[in-house]
Nanobody
Framework: QVQLVESGGGLVQAGDSLRLSCAASDRTGSTYVMGWFRQPPGKEREFVTA????????HYAGSVKGRFTISRDNAKNTVYLQMNTLKLGDTAVYYC???????????????????WGQGTQVTVSS
């Protein structure tokens, strides 16, 4: 089992940048397929981006492609979400998630992720 802790959220203005971090702790030192999801106010949780275990494969939701970048540092057991040119519509609680070790492929549905962080609030103001 892995524990996930997000950090880096906050209040920014439209057009600004922000970097979220997700620290994973696992007794075995394993690496996991990781994803970022977000839940805007009054809406369902939605896929943002995901990254393979090695970091060599990534996928983005159309709404963030070209603005957001996911990366990972397996030596630090940390996944990052660099968010540039933030828009009002990016306001949400952002969650880090991990698939179980059985799976090596990226998934786009929240139901395919077994482990979740507590979430970090990102608010973009005009």
């Amino acid at each position: 089992q892995v524990q996930l802790v997000e950090s880096g959220g906050g209040l920014v203005q439209a057009g600004d940048s922000l970097r979220l971090s997700c620290a994973a702790s696992d007794r075995t030192g394993s690496t996991y397929v990781m994803g970022w999801f977000r839940q805007p106010p009054g809406k369902e949780r939605e896929f943002v981006t995901a990254i393979s275990r090695s970091g060599g494969n990534t996928h983005y939701a159309g709404s963030v492609k070209g603005r957001f970048t996911i990366s990972r540092d397996n030596a630090k057991n940390t996944v990052y979400l660099q968010m540039n040119t933030l828009k009002l519509g990016d306001t949400a609680v952002y969650y880090c998630a991990a698939r179980t070790l059985v799976y090596s492929g990226i998934a786009y549905s929240a139901r395919n992720y077994a482990y979740w962080g507590q979430g970090t609030q990102v608010t973009v103001s005009s």
